[in-house]
T-cell receptor, first 113, second 112 residues
Framework: DVKVTQSSRYLVKRTGEKVFLECVQD?????MFWYRQDPGLGLRLIYF???????EKGDIPEGYSVSREKKERFSLILESASTNQTSMYLC????????????FGDGTRLSIL | DQQVKQNSPSLSVQEGRISILNCDYT??????FLWYKKYPAEGPTFLIS?????DKNEDGRFTVFLNKSAKHLSLHIVPSQPGDSAVYFC???????????FGTGTSLTVIP
C-alpha cells in the first residue's frame, strides 16, 4: 500500500512566521502535489512537482513556495504566514503512466493566529 | 474557473437505498475520472475510477457512470450503509498530464 506521511496533523503558528509542512511518500512516485481544502471550495492545487528539483505552480501559488530535493520528500513553505492561510493542507503523490490515481496523506490542519 | 463541478453540497439517503452523486465537467480533453471519499480529519482515499473509453465501471457496491456527450459522471452506491457517510470528491485529469482537477465535494449522510 502507498503511504503518504505528513509530518504534523495539527499546527498552530503566528502571523509573519515562516512555516514548513513536510510530506514523504514511500512508493517511489515521480509526481507530488500540495493542496489546500477549504469549506465550499474543495481541493485547490497550490504546487506540484513531477521530478526532483522540478516544480510547477498550481491554481493558488501566491504566498507559498515548495522544495523537492529528494524524490520521496516534498515540502510546502509559507514564507510569511497570514491568517488567510489557515486551512487543511493535503499532500498527494502519484506515479506516471496512464490511469494512476493520486494517493493522499491525512492532512495538516494549520491555524495561523 | 471551476472545470469540475459538484452542484449538490449535501445528500441524505436512508440506509439500504441507492445514493447517487453527480459531477459535471467542462474540459472535453479530460480522459480519466476518479471518485475519492473523505472522512473528517483524514485525507481523501481513492474509491473508483473510469477511463473515457468506458461508460461504466463497477466495484462491489460502487458503480461509476460516464456520459461523455453530456460531460457528466455519477457515482452510485447500492445499498448505502451508514459507514458510507463522508464527503465525496470527483476529479478529472488528462492522462498525458500531471494535474488533477477536483470538484467541491458532496457530503453524503446515510441515515440508519
Amino acid at each position: 500500500d502507498v503511504k503518504v506521511t505528513q509530518s504534523s496533523r495539527y499546527l498552530v503558528k503566528r502571523t509573519g512566521e515562516k512555516v514548513f509542512l513536510e510530506c514523504v511518500q514511500d512508493m517511489d512516485h515521480e509526481n507530488m502535489f500540495w493542496y489546500r481544502q477549504d469549506p465550499g471550495l474543495g481541493l485547490r492545487l497550490i504546487y506540484f512537482s513531477y521530478d526532483v528539483k522540478m516544480k510547477e505552480k498550481g491554481d493558488i501559488p501566491e504566498g507559498y513556495s515548495v522544495s523537492r530535493e529528494k524524490k520521496e520528500r516534498f515540502s510546502l513553505i509559507l514564507e510569511s504566514a497570514s491568517t488567510n492561510q489557515t486551512s487543511m493542507y493535503l499532500c498527494a503523490s502519484s506515479g506516471t503512466g496512464a490511469n494512476q490515481p493520486q494517493h493522499f496523506g491525512d492532512g495538516t490542519r494549520l491555524s495561523i493566529l | 474557473d471551476q472545470q469540475v463541478k459538484q452542484n449538490s453540497p449535501s445528500l441524505s439517503v436512508q440506509e439500504g437505498r441507492i445514493s447517487i452523486l453527480n459531477c459535471d465537467y467542462t474540459n472535453s480533453m479530460f480522459d480519466y475520472f476518479l471518485w475519492y471519499k473523505k472522512y473528517p480529519a483524514e485525507g481523501p482515499t481513492f474509491l473508483i475510477s473510469i477511463s473515457s473509453i468506458k461508460d461504466k465501471n463497477e466495484d462491489g457496491r460502487f458503480t461509476v457512470f460516464l456520459n461523455k456527450s453530456a460531460k457528466h459522471l455519477s457515482l452510485h452506491i447500492v445499498p448505502s450503509q451508514p459507514g458510507d457517510s463522508a464527503v465525496y470528491f470527483c476529479a478529472a485529469t488528462i492522462n498525458t498530464g500531471n494535474q488533477f482537477y477536483f470538484g467541491t465535494g458532496t457530503s453524503l449522510t446515510v441515515i440508519p
